[in-house]
T-cell receptor
């Protein structure tokens, strides 16, 4: 079936630098996208989401960009900190207009912050 | 707000026994809860969708008779792994949604339950 995938499995950045994590999705019907952070042994933590009628959304130190033309999603983290080290997943959903739907997760990118 | 808990956090059981995992939304009512499974160094895979008061909807390849789901109230869903085998060892994670915005709804995840079947 269609799935969400990531370009880079591991990303290493220097503390204080900006990081960009990429995600490609294949289902053109997807209209809701979410980024989650998962630390070892814990459940995913919501970071930021974006709906298909937007191409950019900003949060605290994070920005999500959506390019529907090429079905690409990215997460930018500004001024990375040691606590940002984790695995980051993108997830997609297809809004059916009814009840909530389960998410399709990408493979994940392990972000490593170097001191 | 939007806190989801799971119990137990970790369980070890013998092959052939059944294990029940609870998922609770602590500060909101969850119309819909989801159960995911995550194997080591892999992504989360949706197992089933659970709506309060109705039968769960299972994803393709997930045996409904093996993974029994009960969503008895708006704050509690349980997953029972029946006749567990070593290949069922995994990290089971639930999520909860208020279910008021159709498919575009934030899901809040629990901390996960690590199951080890010996």
């Amino acid at each position: 079936g269609e799935s969400v995938g990531l370009h880079l499995p591991t990303l290493s950045v220097q503390e204080g630098d900006n990081s960009i994590i990429n995600c490609a999705y294949s289902n053109s019907a997807s209209d809701y996208f979410i980024w989650y952070k998962q630390e070892s042994g814990k459940g995913p933590q919501f970071i930021i989401d974006i709906r298909s009628n937007m191409d950019k959304r900003q949060g605290q130190r994070v920005t999500v960009l959506l390019n529907k033309t090429v079905k690409h999603l990215s997460l930018q983290i500004a001024a990375t900190q040691p606590g940002d080290s984790a695995v980051y997943f993108c997830a997609e959903n297809i809004g059916t207009g009814g009840g909530a739907d389960g998410l399709t997760f990408g493979k994940g990118t392990h972000l490593i912050i170097q001191p | 707000g939007a806190v989801v808990s799971q119990h137990p956090s970790r369980v070890i059981c013998k092959s052939g026994t059944s294990v029940k995992i609870e998922c609770r939304s602590l500060d909101f009512q969850a119309t819909t809860m989801f159960w995911y499974r995550q194997f080591p160094k892999q992504s989360l895979m949706l197992m089933a969708t659970s709506n309060e008061g109705s039968k769960a909807t299972y994803e393709q390849g997930v045996e409904k008779d093996k993974f029994l789901i009960n969503h008895a109230s708006l704050t509690l869903s349980t997953l029972t792994v029946t006749s567990a085998h070593p290949e069922d060892s995994s990290f089971y994670i639930c999520s909860a949604s208020r279910g008021t915005s159709g498919g575009q709804e934030t899901q809040y995840f629990g901390p996960g339950t690590r199951l080890l079947v010996l």
